[in-house]
Nanobody, 123 residues
């Protein structure tokens, strides 16, 4: 069973920094795209940033210049370095991975989600 485990969330003051980590475990051929999404109370889950296997990144306009996504394929991990944090960044952050599974009959891309980690930015 493929599982994603997030860590690194917590309470931080405005302007501070935080680093989130996500590790993917289980049986799979490779991880294609990984990313981070977040959901604040009363709002829909939104994309924060994604990173492909060839290291092409995409991020929301609201976090550009402040958040940096990276990955370590040797560790099957993805990270989100957050700086200059704002109160509006407060949310539950979810790790996502698109995993490629190859069988005798097909090549499939399956999506997996982590449990989420709380990030609270407040004084």
């Amino acid at each position: 069973q493929v599982q994603l485990v997030e860590s690194g969330g917590g309470l931080v003051q405005p302007g501070g920094s935080l680093r989130l980590s996500c590790v993917v475990t289980g049986e799979f051929y490779q991880i294609s795209t990984m990313g981070w999404y977040r959901q604040a109370p009363g709002k829909e889950r939104e994309l924060v940033a994604t990173i492909s296997r060839d290291l092409v990144t995409n991020s929301a306009d609201s976090v550009k210049g402040r958040f940096t996504i990276s990955r370590d394929d040797a560790k099957n991990s993805v990270y989100l370095q957050m700086s200059s944090l704002k109160p509006e960044d407060s949310a539950v952050y979810y790790c996502h991975a698109q995993v490629t599974v190859i069988t005798t009959y097909s090549v499939l891309a399956n999506s997996y989600w982590g449990q989420g980690t709380q990030v609270t930015v407040a004084s």
